[in-house]
């Protein structure tokens, strides 16, 4: 195949080789990080807030009621979705065989998405908020949301269109399933829900709840994991045919699921025993991803001691596969029962959001910021230690939740106990919770810092 460099590897340009610009990859991957320190001092301060409730209470734009929505926009939307946009920028071109097919407009959709990200910022601190779980920003936001879609969209499907090789590879058809799938779940939960009312809306609200991860996280973050591991590991994807099976039984199956979010609500028994079968019917995509993945590491496992992006793509494959476990377990109607808007919930999607998907665009900013800045990583030492801290805070954090949730649960449903009982009885949960999200802040740092110096650093400064 013909080589490929991103232009800062190389001072010429060798014969008969591609390089790529990579001046978008460069800029979203930048911004994101930025973001994940950022929100992640909004994440320690509401974690606080559970164990001390009067936490800069006499601040409005301070309160939990402003914070928590920051803290979810910016997360899934400042860190995740720009991180994954950013490595579909540097990734497609390269699995196309050509250059992006516009860096300007690429640049563009940069600077938009930093405005929208920031015009987030002061607006949900302001009190500027729709209501609605995860479409909580205000109608022109977004709008810009949308135009900036359309042109991430129509830069990366005309380079697709443009490419030198007719087969796509499994990582191509997911980023064009996210692009297509992304357009039809934001504009449905941002904006069909207007012309909606009671229960109407909050179905469709939950509609693009769930599928906020299954169809724009969770497409894109596979898109990444595909192509990762067998780069990371210089070894072959294990089955392309497999991985076919895995992409089109997620594009029928997962629409479908957003309901089990209202079971024993006021919803038709029929729409909860579809969503339920539906759920179930997701570990079909699940394993077909997770056994394709695992067995690409065949006896490449000791890569793992040595690979930093490895640990983080593997361990995020793992949580995949427990998250996707854990949902269609919680969508079964007596377990709903116990675990539905407990801290359970908030448990399993930090385990989706945080210990899968942001540890796939983790390892894929590890991997990249290097080739595309041409120096090595700031330090080998840091990005391990940012690991180990990502983990062990994550793993605190979501068993505790699990646990806590599941115990909260089993209270409610004791019409004997007071709520505010079973609030106080939670208290050590939410102690252990804090903990567990200092330890995940200081991975966020650890990161953040190590891929900025990366970036900003000296060209000639030694990796340590």
């Not at 076919?244 to 199956?253: D, E, N, P, Q, T």
Request: aromatic fraction near 16%.
């Amino acid at each position: 195949m013909q080589p490929q460099f991103s232009k800062a590897e190389v001072a010429t340009k060798p014969e008969g080789a591609l390089v790529h610009d990579d001046s978008t990859a460069k800029w979203f991957l930048v911004s994101s990080v930025a973001y994940f320190f950022i929100v992640g001092i909004i994440a320690v301060i509401i974690a606080a807030k559970f164990v001390w409730p009067d936490l800069m209470g006499t601040m409005s734009w301070l309160t939990y009621g402003r914070l928590r929505p920051l803290h979810v926009n910016g997360m899934l939307f400042g860190w995740l979705l720009a991180a994954d946009m950013g490595l579909a920028y540097y990734v497609i071109p390269r699995l196309c065989g050509v250059k992006l097919w516009s860096e300007k407009l690429g640049l563009a959709t940069a600077i938009l998405w930093n405005v929208i990200i920031l015009g987030a910022v002061v607006t949900l601190l302001a009190g500027k908020n729709q209501g609605w779980e995860y479409a909580e920003l205000p109608w022109y936001l977004d709008i810009l949301v949308v135009v900036a879609w359309i042109m991430f969209g129509l830069n990366v499907l005309m380079t697709v269109a443009s490419r030198k090789h007719q087969a796509m590879y499994v990582t191509i058809w997911y980023t064009m399933g996210c692009i297509l799938w992304t357009a039809f779940v934001y504009l449905t939960g941002n904006f069909a829900t207007l012309f909606t009312t009671g229960t109407n809306q909050a179905n469709l609200n939950w509609m693009y709840v769930h599928n906020a991860v299954g169809l724009i996280f969770t497409p894109i973050g596979l898109a990444i994991a595909y192509y990762f591991i067998p780069r990371a590991s210089n070894t072959p994807l294990h089955s392309h045919k497999l991985s076919m099976v895995g992409f089109w039984s997620l594009a029928f199956v997962y629409v479908w699921t957003g309901a089990h979010h209202m079971i024993h609500g006021p919803i038709s028994q029929w729409l909860q025993t579809i969503a339920i079968a539906f759920s179930l019917m997701l570990l079909i995509p699940v394993w077909a991803v997770v056994y394709n993945l695992f067995a690409t590491m065949k006896g490449q496992w000791h890569q793992l001691r040595e690979s930093v992006p490895l640990k983080f793509l593997m361990s995020g494959v793992v949580f995949y596969l427990l998250t996707c476990f854990q949902g269609p377990m919680h969508s079964l109607r007596t377990v709903n029962a116990i675990v539905s808007k407990t801290d359970w919930i908030p448990g399993h999607a930090h385990m989706a959001v945080l210990g899968c998907f942001s540890f796939f665009a983790i390892a894929g900013t590890y991997f990249t910021v290097p080739k595309l800045w041409g120096k090595p990583l700031h330090s080998q030492s840091l990005a391990n230690w940012s690991y180990w801290m990502l983990m062990i805070g994550g793993l605190g954090f979501f068993t505790t939740l699990w646990l806590g949730g599941f115990w909260q649960g089993w209270q409610w449903n004791n019409w004997s106990i007071p709520f505010i009982d079973t609030v106080i009885a939670l208290k050590p949960i939410w102690i252990v919770r804090f903990v567990s999200g200092i330890l995940m802040f200081i991975g966020i740092v650890m990161f953040a810092y190590n891929i900025l110096a990366t970036a900003l650093g000296d060209q000639q400064e030694a990796a340590v």
